[in-house]
């Protein structure tokens, strides 16, 4: 245990005396992501709650058939300006984001009892503006709801009569499980700062002493090969761990100045929930360590060794990529999952939500005992003598 400690400073030593390395994945990464994050978010935030306040201009062509129509959109701020020319055409020239058409038949087919023709152009693949169009059609469906009552009362019947059912939607989700909605990238950003905390030390640690020709000397010393090789991923987990304790310090920082609160949501990090998320992810920077000296173990070069752990940099996106499509609940086989289970982790945590113990206790066992075999795969070629290169 003695020599494998000895390995273990001397590798730590190492690496920090590489500043531009340590500088990289300690400073950059760990804190340029969270400060990217909250920059983005708060952008967004703004953008979206000033596009829902200012007014916005609707052309109408044939607005004098329908003025109580116009009196109603400018009541739900909806600016109305005149439009004259083809609107198909301009809407797919992009010479107008949208335009209302309102047809000459249109108060002939009100006095009839007939549904009167508007026809509404917009193009649907611009997404920037999916908001507006959301806000036109829902000032349009409110006058309709209003013709149809003044429709019964003219003809004496009451307007609930044609609404049998009488949906009341309860919403009981918190500020907190809503400003989840904002934050699914989080854990993403969290896992891949765990790898990349280890990355340039455990090629270095393997590839780059083979090509520098250090790595002989130390495996013909006393220490015997699985000693040098715990010592060399308890170093790479050390530095991962750092790179976790920094990025969750960070993120903490950062979402105190996202304004959530002006979308009706809410997302901090205060320091009991860190902690929580730290002790939950940490198993995984040993499997991503054991992985990693693992995949430097076999390569025959830095290089080499680069381009495969490059691979090895996708595997917290594939949790991500999976939750977008089906999201992940906090079951226990869920939680049981490595990488899985820290996702849901993270976001139940960040959510105010418990955790059944049992699936974070399955989730770590499970995390502990596949590093635990892929440290055991990298030491069967540790001793074979092609780790020499």
């Not at 309709?144 to 309860?170: F, H, K, W, Y």
Request: overall charge negative; hydrophobic content about 50%.
């Amino acid at each position: 245990m003695i020599r494998t400690w000895i390995v273990y400073l001397k590798e730590c030593r190492d690496n920090l005396r590489d500043r531009r390395t340590l500088m990289s994945v300690l400073l950059f990464g760990p804190l340029f992501g969270p400060a990217i994050f909250a920059v983005i978010m708060s952008t967004a935030i703004t953008m979206g709650a000033e596009e829902a306040e200012k007014s916005l201009t609707l052309p109408v062509q044939g607005q004098e058939y329908a003025p109580e129509l116009i009196a109603y959109l400018e009541e739900n701020r909806l600016e109305v300006k005149a439009f004259e020319g083809d609107a198909e055409q301009a809407v797919r020239d992009r010479d107008e984001d949208f335009v209302l058409v309102i047809s000459e038949d249109y108060e002939r087919a009100l006095r009839e009892g007939r549904p009167a023709p508007l026809h509404f152009y917009a193009d649907r693949s611009r997404q920037r503006l999916s908001g507006q169009f959301s806000r036109v059609r829902s000032a349009i469906n409110g006058w309709d709801r209003t013709l149809t009552e003044l429709r019964l009362m003219a003809r004496g019947i009451d307007s609930r009569v044609t609404r049998p059912l009488q949906l009341q939607e309860v919403d009981v989700s918190t500020p907190e499980t809503r400003g989840l909605m904002l934050a699914a990238m989080l854990p993403y950003f969290i896992l891949l700062t765990v790898l990349m905390g280890g990355f340039y030390l455990a090629i270095d640690t393997t590839a780059g002493e083979r090509e520098r020709g250090s790595l002989e000397p130390l495996l013909s010393t006393a220490a015997r090969r699985g000693e040098i090789l715990l010592g060399k991923l308890l170093a790479t987990a050390t530095f991962s761990l750092l790179a976790l304790a920094i990025v969750i310090g960070a993120f903490s920082v950062a979402l105190g100045f996202v304004p959530m609160e002006t979308v009706g949501m809410s997302l901090s990090l205060n320091w009991m929930t860190a902690v929580q998320i730290f002790l939950a992810v940490a198993p995984f920077a040993l499997l991503g360590a054991a992985v990693m000296c693992l995949v430097a173990s076999f390569t025959k070069s830095y290089k080499e060794a680069q381009t495969w752990l490059s691979v090895v940099m996708v595997v917290p996106l594939a949790p991500m990529i999976v939750h977008f499509i089906r999201p992940f609940e906090a079951t226990t086989l869920n939680l049981a999952i490595p990488v899985v289970g820290q996702h849901v982790a993270i976001l139940e945590l960040l959510a105010a939500e418990s955790i059944p113990p049992l699936g974070m206790a399955m989730n770590t066992l499970s995390t502990l005992l596949i590093s635990g075999i892929v440290a055991w795969v990298a030491w069967l070629f540790y001793r074979r003598e092609s780790v020499l290169g």
